[in-house]
């Protein structure tokens, strides 16, 4: 039999409607290679039935268990404007953390009053900027409050909770204990309420976010024991129970072979368990804001085989690099990395996936065992479609890749290619005078 590019006995990290085929992968019946030589390497290919699929799911999962939910897409995960019409159309809300990513949820009809904005240390321009648009606002301790209520007061408001102990998950996606940059402890979030409720603030809600990529259903668990002793502690302040609970995004995709995917039955069910203490479906609304969860396993990011270098280790470079994905440079993540087109005959053997960049960090995969490869084979990185295109760059003047969406068996263009002009156009002509 002809062998494919999953390695034998390895569990596949690319879910339906992507196959391995002989003649390489596909989706949704396409062929990755194809796909390259239409659009272009490197280039993100993105399924959007696996989006549907993972929000059916977690839709069904959560409103079964508590119905009066929400799920508000964390933008910043994959802000592409034709995904994020998918995620509309499926009735999710926006989570946004910058003014131009709700600029993107607008334009995508994200209605205010299912879009939520969390800064991260916002100037007086941004929380004004959230006022404009009525969105609700989260703010991250309660000295924002004034600078916030200066500009106007937001239809709900809410604060944001540090658990005050690290959650699992990788190192560098923590984002609780008195280290991290985010929340306010209890006594805080208090008394900023109670400073909100002196300016006449009514509907309240309660927010926490204590890590992410997180696959032990335990940790949702503790965030909903969290989320129910805060209720009751806050309710007291507010005189009435908040508008919404929300457990933040957090819940994990398995990148690694070696990973399981997450319980997420069990997971929503540990979450609700300590809510349910505290609050019913009745008066509060639970919200979640996923972004990797809805996107991560939607996409491919193929990269073109560059350059080989025989050695201990061996390399093989690509056109995809830390620029293209910079996870793996920046926090050590894994992704599956697969021959994307036939697979050449002959035994696999360790090498270091690498890209173009001149950093000794710039890397795709560490001491992986893949088939001979050659100038011009096409590689396929798994599980990139969250916090992959977000976080590119343009680096070492290095045009940002393009975007494909792959839907009832059409590949179309969502994003071009960046060109080189469009680097440029950052520089003004004359500098000398520009600055006269
Ligand atoms: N809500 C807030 C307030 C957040 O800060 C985040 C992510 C989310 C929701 C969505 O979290 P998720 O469901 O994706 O875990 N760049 C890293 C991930 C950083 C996440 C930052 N905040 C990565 O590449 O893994």
Known sequence: MTPTGLPPGEPSRLPPPFEFAPDGIRVDGLGLADLADRFGSPLYVTSALRIRDNVLRLRSALTTRWPNSRILYAIKANSNP??????RELGCGADCSSPAEMVFAQAAGFPRRETLYTAAYPSDAELAGAIEAGVAVNLDHPGLLPRLLRAGRPPLLSFR?????????????????RDSKFGSSLASVRQGLEAAHRAGVRDWGIHTMPGSNILAPDHFGRVGDFLGRAIRSLQRVMGRPPTFADAGGGLGVPYRPTETEL???????????????????ADVQLWMEPGRYLVADSTVLLGTVTDTKPGRPAFVGTDAGMQTLLRPALYGAYHAIYPAGPVRPGTRRRVTVTGPICEN???????????PLEVGDLLA???????????????????????????????RLIRRRETTDDLLCQVPERPDRERG
């Open 263 to 281: 319980n997420l039955d069990l997971a929503i069910s540990r979450l609700v368990l300590g809510l349910r203490s505290a609050a019913s479906p």
């Open 161 to 177: 909770l540090n658990p005050g102990r690290s959650a699992a998950g990788p190192e560098g996606l923590r984002f609780a204990g």
């Open 361 to 371: 960090t710039d890397l795709l995969g560490r001491d992986r065992r893949l088939p």
């Open 82 to 87: 034709a995904i994020l019409r998918i995620l």
């Open 381 to 411: 990185v798994a599980t990139a479609g969250a916090y992959g295109y977000s976080m590119a760059s343009p680096y070492n003047n290095r045009p940002r890749p393009a975007e494909v969406l792959v839907d009832g068996g059409r590949a």
